[in-house]
């Protein structure tokens, strides 16, 4: 059982980036899609849900308008499309799969900065 982020990186105030979040070992399809944050020295924030079979999204009100949480079954991965970053964006983000058990990847450092 796998998930593997990518996608982050530095990038400039304003910017945007696509995180993915690739599945490997058990039915991603039945699974719902979290994305999280943790900044330094902060607590490990909620960002996105996306449900099993991609109807449903929620967002929190930090992002809310600027990130976009999607996903493809046939390919086993979900996405964070991040727009508008801003400094306060920058943490490590961590995908979590999340049924009757749940699956973490390791994260993926996004910094935003001139």
């Known amino acids: 059982v796998q998930l593997v982020e990518s996608g982050g990186g530095l990038v400039q105030p304003g910017g945007s980036l696509r995180l993915s979040c690739t599945a490997s070992?058990?039915?991603?399809?039945?699974?719902?899609v979290r994305w999280y944050r943790q900044a330094p020295g902060k607590e490990r924030e909620w960002v996105a849900t996306?449900?099993?079979?991609?109807?449903?999204?929620t967002s929190a009100d930090s992002v809310k308008g600027r990130f976009t949480i999607s996903r493809d079954n046939v390919k086993n991965t979900a996405y964070l499309q991040m727009n508008s970053l801003k400094p306060e964006d920058t943490a490590v983000y961590y995908c979590?799969?999340?049924?009757?058990?749940?699956?973490w990847g390791q994260g993926t450092q996004v910094t935003v900065s001139s």
């Open positions: 979590n799969a999340f049924q009757t058990s749940q699956y």
């Open positions: 070992g058990f039915t991603f399809s039945r699974y719902v």
């Open positions: 996306i449900t099993s079979d991609g109807t449903t999204r």
